[in-house]
């Protein structure tokens, strides 16, 4: 049962596309890396070898590559479910990052987060399994770099299904009364789970939600590269400077429907609206620019062909790490035990 | 603020000892402000979960919140935040990240605030693990494990501060009270008739009762666990192992924390032999905390209730 409601009429409009001196090339490479890295595991759910639940980021690559690239190494991170791609547009370490996935001593967190990953070494604080709950958690980083002055700023992802959850308007408040160097970013697909976002929610956008509490809100085509990296460039500037919180929303859809166990997840969106989409792939987009601007087809098959060569080198490394000890069950409880 | 109203000194002193300890709360100090900063002391919305969340962010990057939940009911507020974030992120991570931070809050006092507002619920918090469950017995250990919840780097603590711990403050030496490490029981006093194990603000009544019954010639052992978790469950074990008797004393439910003191000494090899059937339980009813002071009389742990439980367990064989 869907409500007839209206589209979104009187929604700030989006944020025009523009370059915010973003490396295409660079980018490119790292939207490709997170394709192929996301269709393997894919099939190593399949084939048995992934552990728990796969939640793939492919279609929405654009986001999060955008976003890290408009970042700095002393800047935090948080995450969620729907991780890999964030992980891997952070730098995240490939070869760590699976064997997590495959539940193996050599994972980044020694088999005990499979997809909701930590790793210091990238600043990537969590990934939570809840949706919303790492939001205020990010709001705390802001906190830090705050009492610290060291001009850091914390960036959060997050789906539209987030705004449901109380902790998330806490949170939104609290960093705009607190002027909290904070950047959100909404990867807005239109679904929560199964359930389509307009049967829940008043309007399809949640840009107005932000508004209301008084949060500067950037919208942008989220499969548009160029228009996510110049929303966080200038999000990240304006929070840098102590001037407080932003809120992206980027549209955007996933290709693959949302979670994987066993078997391959059926589709049970409408057709068009799938091929809508398709027909608008983020990866398709950056090569149009790219080619457009004179780069030599060769070079982007090339990262193509890397691409998959650096995901099956991650994915035997995962096979040949040994499973982690069972009495590590019992490990890092709290710091200072065993 | 605090409702044991020394315990606002101590926060004092260590937020003028440690520029990373920071302070959020609903309400706060305005001189606290003044002498450490907005940022550092944070008045915040009503919003406690996000208020937890954040103290987790700034303690995974590098700070020390401190998070006054004014009351205990509040922690179930903050449940997903506490558990599912703050206590598994060490170990999620694998030892990668800490979460140092500190969730004080007060339990139960006669103040008649009701069903709701009113409440010992730390029994809960024995059960996530990741959470360490700190309930001093007396000011002086309150302050002694707020000094060790601040400044230790371990992970998350909930300190759980009985209001009634006010009407025995002895203030000197509660200022003056070294950080005490968690997991060590205190033996408020010595003997062979019985173990008593009392929790919190449960500790003055049966001090009380251990004295009368003293004066009676039997002598009880009379033991403050000070944290639930970890729990000093050798000292506890090597008590009951020697008296064979155990009466488990505490103002909240006797599923909650009493139940699980019992159930962790009944698995110590000799404790369920030794006892025989010897133990007593003087606890809350296991219904909520009514508020006119007549329905809840029955609700506390008074000398009485423990001395005729003592009697009762020493007048067995």
């Known amino acids: ?338 | 603020m605090n409702e044991l109203a020394v315990l606002d000194l101590v926060l004092e002193q260590e937020l003028d000892r440690n520029p990373d300890l920071v302070f959020l709360a609903t309400s706060t100090p305005p001189s606290w402000r003044t002498r450490f900063g907005a940022e550092r002391v944070r008045t915040c919305p009503i919003s406690e979960p996000a208020m937890v969340g954040a103290a987790l962010g700034a303690a995974m990057t590098g700070l020390r919140p401190v998070v006054d939940l004014n009351r205990a009911s509040f922690a179930f507020l903050v449940m997903d935040q506490l558990v599912n974030h703050a206590a598994r992120i060490h170990y999620l991570s694998d030892g990668s990240y800490r979460a140092p931070m500190v969730l004080t809050s007060a339990t139960r006092g006669p103040q008649q605030l009701g069903p709701q507002n009113e409440q010992c619920p730390y029994g809960v918090f024995m059960q996530t693990p990741g959470v360490r469950v700190a309930v001093p017995g007396s000011a002086t250990d309150a302050c002694a494990l707020l000094r060790t919840a601040v400044r230790d780097e371990q992970g998350p603590v909930l300190l759980f501060i009985a209001p009634g711990l006010a009407d025995h403050c002895d203030l000197r030496a509660a200022l003056a009270a070294e950080p005490q490490p968690f997991g060590v029981a205190h033996r408020v006093r010595e003997g062979d008739a019985a173990t008593v194990v009392a929790i919190g603000s449960a500790v003055h009544a049966a001090t009380r009762a251990g004295d009368e019954l003293a004066a009676e010639g039997v002598h009880v052992e009379l033991l403050d666990p000070r944290t639930l978790v970890p729990l000093d469950l050798p000292a506890l074990a090597a008590s009951v192992l020697r008296t064979g008797r155990l009466v488990l004393v505490d103002d909240g439910p006797r599923s909650g924390a009493p139940a699980q003191i019992l159930a962790a000494l009944l698995d110590v090899p000799g404790v369920a032999l030794a006892l025989g059937g010897r133990i007593a339980h003087v606890s809350a009813p296991e219904v909520p905390v009514p508020s006119s002071p007549v329905l809840e009389a029955q609700y506390w742990a008074t000398p009485e209730r423990v001395t005729a439980a003592v009697r009762r367990l020493t007048a067995a064989a």
């Open chain 1, 1 to 338: 049962m869907a409500l007839a409601l209206p589209a979104d009429p009187a929604v700030s409009p989006m944020d025009p596309p523009q370059d915010g001196g973003l490396d295409l090339v660079a980018a490119y490479k790292a939207m490709v890396l997170i394709r192929a890295y996301e269709e393997r595991i894919l099939q190593a759910r399949t084939d048995r070898e992934v552990i728990g639940p796969v939640h793939p980021y492919i279609g929405q690559e654009a986001v999060a590559v955008g976003v890290c690239a408009a970042l700095q190494p002393r800047d935090h991170l948080v995450s969620h479910y729907r991780g890999h791609g964030h992980a891997l547009a952070r730098g995240v370490d490939l070869d760590a990052l699976t064997a997590e996935l495959f539940g193996r001593a050599d994972g980044l967190c020694g088999g005990k987060a499979a997809a909701l990953v930590s790793d210091p070494a990238t600043h990537l604080l969590l990934s939570s399994g809840i949706v919303g709950a790492g939001i205020p958690v990010a709001a705390g980083a802001a906190m830090t770099s705050q009492v610290r002055r060291d001009g850091a700023v914390a960036v959060v992802f997050f789906g539209e299904g987030a705004l449901g959850a109380g902790v998330v308007h806490e949170t939104l408040t609290l960093a705009v009364a607190q002027r909290l160097p904070l950047i959100l970013v909404c990867e807005n697909n239109g679904y929560q789970g199964a359930t389509r976002t307009e049967e829940v929610y008043p309007e399809t956008s949640v840009a107005r939600i932000a508004e209301g509490h008084r949060m500067p809100v950037h919208r942008v085509d989220g499969n548009d590269t160029l228009a996510v990296h110049a929303a966080a460039a200038a999000s990240v500037a304006v929070a840098r400077a102590g001037q407080g919180p932003a809120f992206i929303e980027a549209s955007t859809y996933l290709t693959r429907f949302h979670l994987q166990f066993d078997r391959p997840s059926g589709e049970r969106r409408p057709a068009e609206e799938l091929d809508g989409w398709l027909a608008r792939d983020p990866l398709d987009a950056l090569r149009g620019h790219l080619l457009a601007a004179g780069t030599a087809p060769d070079l982007l098959d090339a990262l193509h062909s890397e691409a998959e060569r650096r995901v099956e080198a991650a994915v035997a490394f995962a096979r040949t790490s040994p499973w982690p000890a069972p009495e590590l069950a019992l490990t890092n409880l709290w710091a200072g035990t065993p």
